[in-house]
């Protein structure tokens, strides 16, 4: 008589080990992804000052050799501050904080990246479980950016756009970060502010998606229910404040 194997059929936990796993891959792969291109930036701000900093110095040696010999002593001491220059460029080239009202006056084509940017210096003050979120809302922000490129700033679609970006997600992480640390597990009025941090991330994280495939599709209408989002979460952006 043949034989015949059984095969195990995959398990919901099989399964959702396995979605686990690939949410983690991405989620890695980006956190690699930005570290990269965090990096890479720094390291041309870094190269930029220093040259900078040497063309200086050496055209003041040339104006100081023109005018004096400079001896032994001279030649050293524009060594030394050449590699004075080249070692205070590298320390000096990380990135400024940015500040939120600066989304304001960023210019919409560059407002995603300045949104991203913003949100990267907001990671040490959230919880644990909004750093999935705001890697997600990244991800979100780099397929928003393109559509923009044909958008009028003059639009209603890209007013929707630069109020949530510049004005509602920073008050919600803002409104956050302003409650006391042992407060934001305590409910109040019936909420936690954990729980409203992560639900507010989480809606504004669909919206830019939202908004995405509508700039994609044409479908400028559709922008007209964004203005209703806030609703969903709570009446006053502020109040988780």
Not at 18 to 27: G, H, I, K, M, T
Not at 68 to 79: D, E, Q
Not at 85 to 101: I, P
Not at 115 to 132: C, D, I, N, V
């Amino acid at each position: 008589m043949p034989r015949i194997e059984a095969f195990a059929m995959p398990s919901d936990v099989d399964r959702q080990i396995q979605r686990s796993a690939e949410l983690l891959q991405r989620v890695s792969a980006r956190q690699l992804h930005r570290r990269a291109r965090s990096a890479g930036r720094r390291v041309k701000r870094g190269a930029t000052y220093a040259f900078v900093s040497v063309a200086a110095i050496l055209l003041l040696s040339i104006i100081w050799a023109l005018v004096t010999p400079i001896g032994f002593a001279g030649v050293m001491l524009t060594g030394l501050a050449m590699l004075i220059a080249v070692v205070a460029s590298v320390a000096f080239s990380g990135e400024r904080a940015m500040e939120a009202v600066e989304l304001n006056r960023t210019d919409l084509l560059t407002l995603p990246a300045a949104t991203e940017r913003w949100l990267e210096g907001q990671r040490r003050a959230l919880p644990a479980p909004a750093m999935m979120l705001l890697d997600r809302i990244g991800e979100r922000l780099e397929g928003l950016a393109p559509q923009l490129q044909s958008l009028n700033p003059r639009e209603p679609a890209a007013v929707e756009v630069r109020a949530l970006l510049s004005e509602h997600l920073p008050q919600l992480v803002d409104g956050y970060r302003s409650i006391p640390p042992e407060l934001r597990r305590v409910e109040r009025n019936g909420r936690l502010p954990d729980r409203q941090l992560l639900d507010g991330l989480s809606l504004i994280e669909r919206e830019i998606g939202e908004m995405t495939e509508s700039l994609a599709s044409g479908d400028l209408d559709r922008f007209a229910a964004h203005g209703r989002y806030l609703e969903l979460r709570y009446d006053d952006p502020e109040e988780i404040g």
